[in-house]
């Protein structure tokens, strides 16, 4: 397992752009890495300007789900139908309240209607058409047509295996896409005060089941905050929900105060069933630290503090 540690400066934010191996996208790195710093110039803005770390997440989100090359928004991977099907999150770590859409497939932001879910209802996980009306009333955008590129790498997946069974285990599944990049998006901010937010976005693990729904937009799994800790995951999601890995790093952090090890922790109980090439995190807790860790090759991540600017995928 690979981990970076940061101490950073107040405010902050942190992203990441998916765990995994990254084969791919090695020729096009640059392209990739351009996209990493527009959203933290963007996130950080509102901090900066506002002190908002709930519209810093979004807006770093944003630009990450609109870039076409990750897999969220505009970009999402594909499942087994040819069809795109989103999740998003977010929380507040201060008021612990979150807001979460699943299974969309005509909003060009999920991130946002997430958002909405938070702000003007009184749930906390909306799904498929619910969600959508949602999204309709508020006249959010629709998504541009699936890009080419993602349509050829969901049909050149298909007829690599030799034959798809519509019905797969997982496992099977995680075999099939080996080359794959996860490419899920993430963040989390630090405001003046040392409050905290967290958010993700995905389109899913490619070829995933119509109706899967992931560790994305489930608030503890594939996004969390409290006040001490803000933590955002990216890799299958099956494992991340298996032992709510950031609630998890949150807890053990209740009574570490040490990340670094509360990240170690988690990782060693979801390694002990899931094995390594599963998860990456991002996590930033109240005292500055900061955490990118990953079992996979690599993963997009980066950040902004006052002084320093940071994104690497390798
Ligand atoms: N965690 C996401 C999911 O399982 C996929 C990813 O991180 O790329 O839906």
Do not use: Q
Request: one cysteine or more; hydrophobic letters at 35%; glycine letters at 8%.
């Amino acid at each position: 397992m690979i981990i970076e540690k940061y101490k950073v400066e107040r405010p902050a934010l942190a992203i990441h752009g998916g765990a995994g191996r990254w084969e791919r996208a090695k020729a096009e790195e640059e392209k990739y890495l351009d996209v990493l710093e527009k959203s933290l110039l963007k996130g950080y803005e509102h901090l900066r300007s506002r002190n908002n770390r709930i519209e810093s997440v979004i807006e770093a989100i944003k630009v990450l789900e609109d870039s076409m090359i990750y897999n969220a928004g505009s970009g999402s991977s594909l499942n087994i139908a040819g069809e795109r099907e989103m999740d998003a999150g977010l929380m507040d770590g201060e008021s612990l309240k979150a807001g979460a859409v699943t299974l969309v497939k005509n909003t060009k932001n999920p991130i946002e209607l997430a958002y909405l879910i938070y702000r003007y209802t009184d749930h906390m996980i909306i799904g498929c058409h619910g969600a959508e009306k949602i999204a309709e009333y508020y006249r959010l955008e629709k998504p541009p047509a699936i890009p080419k590129h993602v349509f050829d790498r969901y049909k050149e997946t298909l007829k690599n295996i030799d034959k798809v069974e519509y019905i797969r285990r997982n496992k099977d599944l995680i075999d099939i896409y080996k080359e794959e990049i996860y490419g899920t998006v993430g963040a989390v901010a630090i405001d003046i005060d040392g409050k905290l937010a967290a958010a993700t976005s995905t389109g899913g693990i490619m070829l995933k089941l119509p109706g899967r729904i992931g560790d994305t937009p489930i608030p503890g799994s594939g996004f969390y905050s409290d006040s001490y800790v803000a933590c955002s995951a990216t890799g299958i999601g099956e494992s991340i929900l298996s032992i709510s890995l950031c609630r998890s790093i949150a807890l053990h952090y209740r009574y570490t105060k040490d990340l670094e090890k509360s990240v170690i922790e988690a990782f060693r109980e979801l390694e002990r069933i899931w094995g390594k090439n599963t998860a990456g995190i991002i996590a930033i807790s109240n005292n500055n630290t900061l955490i990118f860790a990953y079992n996979t090759t690599a993963m997009a991540r980066g950040y902004k503090d006052p002084n320093n600017i940071y994104y690497r995928i390798f």
